[in-house]
C-alpha cells in the first residue's frame, strides 16, 4: 500500500485545515486508517483513526476540533481540522493497518508526512 498526504500548510490559531490521504495498491476498504503528528523534538503521536467497520477515535487533545473520515470509493482518507491551536504544529502522518490502532507499531504503511504550522 502506498499512501501519499497532502493538504498542510499555514493557518493562524483558530483557522482550519483538511488533510487528504490518497492510498493505492492495496484494498483500502479493510484497512484501518489512522493519523499520526510528531512535533519537532516529540515522539510521533496518535491523532485518530477511522476503523475499516467504521469506529472512529480521536487523541484527547483534538476530540471536538478534528473530524476523521474516509471515502473508499476514492481511496482516500481525510482529517478536517477546526479551531486550530499552535500546539497542534507538527508534521501530520497517515498511516493504514489492517489491525491498525492507537499505537504506531500497529501500522505496517505510512504516508510522507504533510506539515501544518499553525501561528498565533
Avoid: H
Avoid at 510521533?44 to 471515502?71: C, E, H, M, P
Avoid at 493504514?96 to 510522507?112: D, E, I, K, N, P
Amino acid at each position: 500500500v502506498q499512501l501519499q498526504a497532502s493538504g498542510g500548510g499555514s493557518v493562524q490559531a483558530g483557522g482550519s485545515l483538511r488533510l487528504s490521504c490518497a492510498a493505492s495498491g492495496g484494498t483500502f476498504s479493510r484497512y484501518n486508517m489512522g493519523w499520526f503528528r510528531q512535533a519537532p523534538g516529540k515522539e510521533r503521536a496518535f491523532v485518530a483513526l477511522n476503523q475499516w467497520t467504521g469506529g472512529r477515535t480521536y487523541a484527547d487533545s483534538v476530540k471536538g476540533r478534528f473530524t476523521i473520515s474516509r471515502d473508499n470509493a476514492k481511496n482516500t482518507v481525510y482529517l478536517q481540522m477546526n479551531s486550530l491551536k499552535p500546539e497542534d504544529t507538527a508534521v501530520y502522518y497517515c498511516a493504514a493497518g489492517r489491525m491498525g490502532g492507537l499505537s504506531v507499531t500497529t501500522y505496517g504503511y505510512w504516508g510522507q508526512g504533510t506539515l501544518v504550522t499553525v501561528s498565533s
